[in-house]
């Protein structure tokens, strides 16, 4: 079993920068594939970015198409801890940001792919 903890979420001008962290409980973090999932008022849950691992110690980015050359995901896996840094931030990137983990190496830009989730934090950017 996982537990995942959000923050850094918060309010943001257009064109500002927020760093979000989800720390996991657990010995195994640097097993897990670490994403990023973000859902607005009334849309489906939306795929941000993911840590996907690919070796002992060995881990690729990818990211969704809105917010690709804007975040950064990464991770620190003596702390268990994977972060997203949000940089140029839009208004359509308000939403509640969701980090997950999971192992299937086959599902990484869907909710299904992954096993455990957080809570989620709230990130809102004003105009």
């Known amino acids: 079993q996982v537990q995942l903890i959000e923050s850094g979420g918060g309010l943001v001008q257009a064109g500002g920068s927020l760093r979000l962290s989800c720390a996991a409980s657990?010995?195994?973090?640097?097993?897990?594939?670490m994403a990023w999932f973000r859902q607005a008022p009334g849309k489906e849950r939306e795929f941000v970015s993911t840590?996907?691992?690919?070796?002992?110690?060995?881990?690729?980015?990818y990211y969704g198409d809105s917010v690709k050359g804007r975040f950064t995901i990464s991770r620190d896996n003596a702390k268990g801890t994977v972060y997203l840094q949000m940089n140029n931030l839009k208004p359509e990137d308000t939403g509640v940001y969701y980090c997950?983990?999971?192992?299937?190496?086959?599902?990484?830009?869907?909710?299904?792919?992954?096993?455990?989730w957080g809570q989620g934090t709230q990130v809102t950017v004003s105009s």
């Open positions: 997950a983990a999971g192992t299937s190496s086959y599902v990484i830009y869907e909710t299904s792919g992954y096993d455990y």
């Open positions: 840590h996907k691992r690919s070796g002992s110690n060995t881990y690729i980015a």
């Open positions: 657990g010995r195994t973090f640097g097993r897990y594939h």
